[in-house]
């Protein structure tokens, strides 16, 4: 409750915040992580790598809107919402990772 009312965190803030991560963003930065997963990861564990990112990043992107609903309640939480969907992020891991999925042994 009190995090809404420091003036670092005000509302104004919050919503440049959120403004900045947008789906394309948030894919750009999906791209980038698909080119190191494949870097640094030999093929056996790309797969387990990138589940294990989409899993983290399902968890910290409901955590958020969550905190970002109690920090905000009622008619300021129509406004502070994350501008992109679980499921749109969801299905840019889908096909970022196919070629996890795909390489031959």
């Known amino acids: 409750e009190e995090v809404s009312f420091n003036p670092l965190y005000n509302k104004a803030s919050t ?32 797969s387990t790598v990138w589940q294990a990112m989409q899993a983290y990043f399902v968890q910290v992107s409901t955590s958020l809107q969550e905190s970002l609903n109690k920090m905000y309640p009622g008619n300021a ?10 499921p749109d992020v969801l299905t840019i891991f889908a096909e970022l990772g196919q070629p996890f999925r795909l390489k031959p042994r």
């Open 77 to 86: 939480a129509a406004d502070m919402q994350l501008q992109f969907a679980i």
């Open 15 to 46: 919503r440049r915040l959120l403004l900045s991560h947008s789906l394309r963003e948030i894919k750009k930065a999906c791209e980038a992580a698909q080119v190191r997963v494949e870097k640094h990861f030999d093929r056996d564990l790309q």
